[in-house]
Each structure stands twice: as C-alpha cells, then as structure tokens.
C-alpha cells in the first residue's frame, strides 16, 4: 500500500510529511514543483503563505482591501527579513525564508535543516546556516485584523557575532482590482514615527472623496537596537529590485530613527505620498555564543474614526499585546483550541486510516477558507450560486453563518425572482455582476430548504427585506416564491417546456447558448425540478395543505416528462443543453459530428429523480465514456475542433482542449454532482471510489510530482495540456471542497436533515463493515454506529435511536427508496446514539 503520509519527489527527496494529529504539514525543501499554498484567516483578515512565506493578506475577505501581495510573475514575498554579517564566511545578505538568493549561481540551493511548517493555527520557517538558526512565525489570533510575525535569531558558534537584521513589508493597502490607468501609491499617504515601539503606516485615501472608503493600515517593529529606516520603496531598491534592495546590499538606511514623529505626523523627514512606501527598518545585533534575538512585527488595520479620520492611536497600540510573549502564547494557544475543536464537530471512522485523516482534519479547515476566499476572485463580489453552494456545506459546522449569507443574497434579488452571478460584498447597493446567467436562484432555493432543515429556523422565513431593483420590502418566503416562479414562468421556458439558459447556467464556458433567447438548459430544469419539490415542502411546513404546493409538484411532473421527452436521446442518456440555433450539445451527435456526453446533465438527471429506475443503468454508462487516469471528466470529447456556433467560447476555439472545463476532470460537476448521483441510485462501492478521485491526497491517484499543488489542497481540475499534463488548477478555489463535506456527510453516510426531522438514508460500499460518525444535529451531539453485516451499500433494515427502534419511514422523493425519519423531537440533551442496521 502506498504511503500517502509522506510525500516525495521524482528523485526521491523527500517533499514533505503529514502531520497525524491535525490538518498540518511539514514541508523539507523549497524547490517543490509549485507554490505550496497554506490559508490562515478569521473572517477578519486572511493570509496566504507558501514555502516562500507570505503570499497576501486581505482585510475583511473576500470584498476588502488587500494588505499586502506579490504582484503577478512575483515569486517571493512582499514582507521579509534580509539578513547578514561581515563575520559569516559568505557575507552577502539572505532572508528568513532563505530565497530569494543573492548569489544566482544555483537558484535551487537550500539551507541546512529546513522545516516548513504550516498548522491550523500557525506557520512557521525555520532552517540552519552558516551557523545561525533562524525560525519565523506567522500568526492570525482568532479575532481582529492583526498578522503577527515572530523571527527568532540564534548564533550556533562558540564564539560572538554581529548581525545586521533588516525587515522590509510593501504595502499595498488598496483594492485588490484598480481601474487601468491607477496606481496603488496614488492613493497612499505613509509615515513612520514611534510611539512605545516604531511603527509605519499608511492611509488608503478615497478618489470619490467618500469617508467611507478610506483605510488605515500599520505595522508595529522593534524599537531595540534600530539604527536606520526607509519609507521609500524606490531609495529602498536602489538599482536593485525587492529581492536585491540596494540599502540591504550596501547597508546604508537614508533615514535616521531620531527624532520620531508621532503616530499620524507627515513631516519632510518621515513621509511620502504619490510614489510607492516601504516599511524597511535596520537593526545592529550582538548575539552571544548560544544567544539568541527575538524580533517582533504586528501588521494591523484599526478602525478609522466615524468621518474617515486616522484611528485613535491608543486603538492602534492594542496591537502591541503580541509582542508580550506571555499573551502572545496565550492567543495562539486559544487558536489551536479552536481548531481542534473544529475538526472534532464532525468525525467519522471506517477503517480507512487516510481517508479518515483527510475527512476529519483536512476537510472542515477547508471548509472554513472557502467561506472566506469564496471563489478567491478579488472583485469585491461574492457568486451567488458558488456562496450558496459553500454554505449549504457549511451548515453541517456553523449554520449560524448560513442565515447571514442567505439574507445577503435574497437582498440582492431582482423582483422577478433573479439573482445576480455575482452580487457585492457591500451589499445590495454595491456593484454586481448582472450578466444573464441563470441558474443562481436554483442553487439559492436548495441553500435556504437546507438551512431550515438544519436549523430549525422557520422565522426566517417571516424576515423582511428589499429587493434588488426597488426599495420596497417582502418576506423571505416571498423571495423564494418569485425565485421559483422565474423558473415556471412560460416567458422563460423553452419550445421544450424546459427552463431558457440566458447567458449561461452552471457551465460558465457556454456563455452563447441562449443569448437570442431560444436556448435550454437541461441542468438548469433538473435543478427546478428538485426545486419545485422542496418549495412544496416548505410551503406545507408553514401551513399544512397547499394548493402552490400542489401546482409546484405537478410542475414537477411536466418538467421531467419534458426532459424524458425531449433530452434523453437514442444512445440512451442526457443531452445538455438546446442551443439559440435549434441544435442540441453534449448530445448523441452534436454539431460537429462528435458524441458529447455531459456528465452534470445526466448527474442532475439522476439526483433529481427524472430518470426512471428502467433507464438508470444506460444514463450511468456515462461514467464508462468520461473515466481517464485523474477521475472522470466534466465532458468528453473537448470542444473547438469544429468550432460550433451559438455555444460560446467553449466551442469557438477561445478555449483550449484540456484547459478548465474543456473535456477535464473539472472536479466540482465532474466528481463532485456524480457522488450525489451514485447515492441515488445506491451504488456506495462507486461512490467511495469518486470521493477519491475528488479528493487530492492518493499518492496513487494524484502523484505531488505530477499535479504539482499540495497533497492536502482540494482542487478545481487536473488540466490535460502540452508540458503539464493532470497538472491541477486552483487549490481551494473550487465548489468541489463543499461537495465533498456534503458528500461524506449528507450522501456517503446519508445524514440528511429535513423540515420535519433527520433522515437516515446511507449508502456505504458494501465491503466496508462497519463504520461510525459523530456529528451535532440541532445542537444536540450524535453519534451514529453503521453495522453491515451483508455487505450492503443503502436500504437499511433497522435503526434504532438511543436504544429505541424508529418506525416513522417514508419514500424519498428523489430515489424513491424508502428512508428513516427521526422526529427532531426525539433527540434528548447530550450524548445521542443511532444504531443502522444494513
């Protein structure tokens, strides 16, 4: 068996190591085959590091200014420490993550006993050289915008040594995405002063003169043994550049550290504005034998003042706090505990000694940086469909969380019942992306159907809020009817009776198929199908007996007669979408000769209960014409061949074979919508072997050497491109890390909360015998225990709630088998045990 905790090179070096106990790992070289990316965040600030240190940071993600970044081709960091002494046999300076190099005569030299470590709570460098031990430490306290860096220099000779110790940060303290023709510095007015330590600063400025905008950014340093300093990043440099700095090289600050201005002074001697700031600072060290030096640096971004003015500076010293090492170790011991409790809200046990670490450790911390990064695009925006994805997945940890995203999202819907793709972090005022795709609302209904099923919360559905397009105000319910009804709505239907594509549905790269408004989308009507069905259930839920619930469920019935009609094609499966030109794609024969099938269309076919028992088996044949060696694909052959009109830039040639979604194994519809389908219909044995594929740990699966990003991050797609071919896209920025936490949770071990109490409804592979789970249903915790003993995968024959037998079953309306209902009424306060039979 192959050992998919230790991770190594094709030359036999090895990579790196998993931690056992939490979702970490401990990185041995730098000359991995690709950034090795590592997220900290608190919902207040979130930074990203690598095995170069620091990548950026970003207030208030995923819609605020970014602190700090690398900008594009930069390979190391904006915020290090150059160090160097005349006294080491190699005098030119190096930095606390050991690169960039000074001496390019071999880019791939490494220091001695390097270890990169990155924890849930903390990420730490540390390696020897030249007889000094240098150890850095990145840390984001549970609350607030503070980052705290720890650098720690200790001399290993027997004998004294001076060391020059120059930290230099770039601010950038900007939006993330400028208009063309600004620049950052245009809008930055930086000083460096001292009040009971130095600190730099800067204020982000508004170009619309609004308060509102306006920023402050700062960085607390040392003041001990400081003998220079520089707040121009361009005297900073020299002829050099950020990784040979001129003033580093020549040791020379321009600017003396006395006499200091104050916190918020602009002197001729301590300021700039209009050109690029630096907060580079010089420090002289005497380090005995075995002695050692801790240098501290806390980046910050207080409260402004309410009319924009800089913070009160003793708001800003509350930062200060971290470089007492008493209270520092007090925060970062009081984040780990959250961590660790965070892996422990969810836990399951099969046997399966990886899949089990992945799921318990990796799985839930992934979860927490996609609530944050959303999709990772710096657009102040978050996707309507992609947030209501994440957080549907979110529920099963914080569905606290889910009721906030859900009235932001229902606040910035249309009155006609459409959402934005993308609506603004500001809020409904804020800029949106308006393009017509049309598939958001579908995602949405099934978001709020499961938060009132998790939470119980039926009062949200009283909630009043605005709309998009005018300032008048209805219940959340009534969003949700007219978010249905767009769907049913007969000027948005199709001569196939099925819902119109606009510009787009789920599959971004067809982005013509229904611009001249005759195009379908088979996905987008599975989806209402299942939508349908769920509103019906809400709207009984609130009053008993309706009669809209009764027309949605005979909707429901024309829907899928409609699609049976109409879609299911001669080969027996889906075809995906009817384009504005009468022609079908992804289909038995599209437009330019090629068989096409589209696994998210006969995925959707299948989890919505459209598909018949009797057809099932020739709609999964799909997965036989999608499998390649990295899973399966999204669809498969890739488009652009034979250009096809009135698709998009997937068929036009704009996108490349094997790039993105064209003919890939785009993870998230590829794996993530067949894992749901393959428990539909109940095959576990097959479901275990996607969430597999899915996932990114198998060494056997998704070699590090030949994908290239971490074994830990969960991906958007391995890529079939000349060069890098599986090379994988995107860590973390993918809906497929939601798909996996409801995967395992909701489909694998059948875990289904539902308005009127928890379905129990597993399907597990038929070879594992038993398993268990611990998770927290309505507050109260759960254990539940799955005996098999006749190597069945669903269709249980008991289960029994805290020693009682429940007898309360019912015929799904999606798989039609029958299923387990557990009144929420039954669970009792503490410890709940549910015993499955199989």
Known sequence: MMNNREIYGPSGQKWAQFRPDCAGIDLFSLNLPAPWEYIYQNHDVL????????????????????????????????????????????????????????????????????????????????????DLLVKTEFFVPLHGTEIVMKLRVKNLRQKAMGISVCPAFVPYVNPAQLAPWDKYEWYLKSGVGREEKELFWSQLLSSTSDPGERRTAALWTDSEGLCGTEISYEKFVGCGDLSCPQSVMDGNFRMRPEPAASFGEYREDNAIWGYPPVYAAKYGCHLEPGGERVFTQVLCMPQNTADGGLPAVDDVKKSLVYFEAPAYERKKEEARCHFSALCRKNTVRTGQKDWDYFINSWLPLQM????????????????????????????????????????????????DGWFPRQFSTEGRTGRHDLRGHVDAGAFVIEFVYEYLSYSGDSGVLDAVLPWLDFDGKNTVLEHLIRAMEYYIDPENLGEHGLCKIGEGDWLDSVNRAGVLGRGESVMVSEQAVMCLQYMAGILESRSGPSETAVVYRKK??????????????????????????????????????????????????????????????????????????????????PMG???????????????????????????????????????????????????????????????????????????????????????????????????????????????RPTLDGLVIDPCIPGWMDSASVEFTYRGKRVKMEIRNP?????????????????????????????????????????????????
């Open 47 to 130: 930074l990203k590091v690598d095995q170069f240190g620091p990548v950026y940071a970003q207030a208030n993600p995923p819609g605020g200014i970014q602190l700090f970044r690398r900008e594009s081709g930069q390979k190391f960091s904006s915020w290090a420490v150059w160090l160097q002494s005349d006294e080491l046999e190699d005098r030119k300076p190096f930095t606390n993550f050991f690169r960039p190099l000074i001496d390019g005569s071999d880019p791939s030299k490494e220091p001695q006993d390097l270890k990169i470590t990155f924890l849930p709570h903390c990420a730490s460098y540390e390696y020897r050289y030249q």
């Open 641 to 751: 061949k034979m250009p096809i009109r009135c698709v998009g830039r997937a068929a036009s040639g704009d996108a490349p074979a094997g790039f993105a979604e064209n003919g890939n194994v785009y993870n998230h519809g590829a794996q993530g919508f067949l894992a749901r389908a393959l428990a539909a219909v109940g095959n576990g044995d097959a479901l275990f072997d996607v969430l597999q594929w899915l996932l990114p740990y198998d060494q056997s699966r998704h070699p590090s050497n030949v994908v290239l990003s971490p074994p830990y991050a969960i991906v958007n797609c391995w890529q079939e491109l000349p060069v890098f071919r599986f090379r994988s896209l995107f860590s973390f920025l993918t809906g497929s890390v939601g798909m996996a936490q409801r995967a395992v949770y909701e489909w694998m071990f059948g875990i």
């Open 556 to 637: 429901a019935e024309e829907m899928k007669k409609n699609l049976l009609e109409h879609a299911y094609n001669r080969d027996g499966f889906l075809n995906g979408i009817f384009t504005d030109e009468g022609k079908w794609i992804f289909s038995d024969q599209d437009p330019d000769g090629e068989k096409r099938p589209y696994g998210p269309a006969n995925w959707l076919a299948l989890i919505s209960g459209v598909v018949p028992e009797e057809k099932r088996e020739s709609v999964l044949r799909v997965m036989e014409l999608l499998k390649c060696e990295a899973g399966y694909r999204l669809y498969w052959p």
């Open 368 to 415: 927490e940086w996609v609530a944050s990064l959303d999709r990772g695009w710096p657009t102040a925006m978050r996707g309507t469909r992609d947030c209501a994805q994440d957080y549907t997945a979110m529920l099963s940890i914080d569905d606290a969380a889910g009721r906030v995203r859900l009235l932001e999202m229902l606040s910035c819907q249309r009155s």
């Open 790 to 838: 006749n190597a069945r995968s669903c269709a249980p024959e008991k289960v029994e709630l805290n020693g009682v037998s429940v007898f309360k079953t019912r015929k799904d309306p999606f798989h039609f088998r029958m299923v387990f209902v557990l009144g929420s009424e039954l669970f009792q306060d503490g410890e709940n045990t549910i015993r499955v039979i199989l």
